[in-house]
């Protein structure tokens, strides 16, 4: 898994959570 795929995972949940 890329920094970049981990990048777009975190900005997912933290998106979902606001």
Do not use: E, Q, V
Not at 3 to 17: G, H, K, M
């Amino acid at each position: 898994m890329t920094s970049f795929s981990l990048n777009l995972f975190l900005l997912n949940l933290i998106a979902y959570f606001t």
